[in-house]
Nanobody
Framework: QVQLVESGGGLVQAGGSLRLSCAAS????????MGWFRQAPGKEREFVAA????????IYADSVEGRFTISRDNAKRSLYLQMNSLKPEDTAAYYC?????????????????WGQGTQVTVSS
């Protein structure tokens, strides 16, 4: 079982930056890829970014490509999301997720472990 706890959300003006963190704890049976997802009110949870176990492979949603950067530190069992040039449409609850297996994937259903979420609000 893996427990995930996000932090770093908040209120920021359009054009600003935030850095989200996710701390993992508990026991994992294998190397695990991780990802960030977000959910705005009244909308489905959507993929933001994912990273492989080694950190050598990353994928991004088109809407955040070039503005967001996902990274991880396996020694610290931590995942990060650097968000730059934020837009009001980035406003959502952001969730950290982990999946059994080393490959980064973009689908919600491929992740077994989820954090409780951290709110990001971007004002115009």
């Amino acid at each position: 079982q893996v427990q995930l706890v996000e932090s770093g959300g908040g209120l920021v003006q359009a054009g600003g930056s935030l850095r989200l963190s996710c701390a993992a704890s508990g026991r994992t049976s294998s190397n695990y890829a991780m990802g960030w997802f977000r959910q705005a009110p009244g909308k489905e949870r959507e993929f933001v970014a994912a990273i492989s176990w080694t950190g050598g492979w990353t994928i991004y949603a088109d809407s955040v490509e070039g503005r967001f950067t996902i990274s991880r530190d396996n020694a610290k069992r931590s995942l990060y999301l650097q968000m730059n040039s934020l837009k009001p449409e980035d406003t959502a609850a952001y969730y950290c997720a982990a999946r059994s297996g080393p490959a980064a994937r973009p689908m919600v259903g491929e992740y077994s472990y989820w954090g409780q979420g951290t709110q990001v609000t971007v004002s115009s």
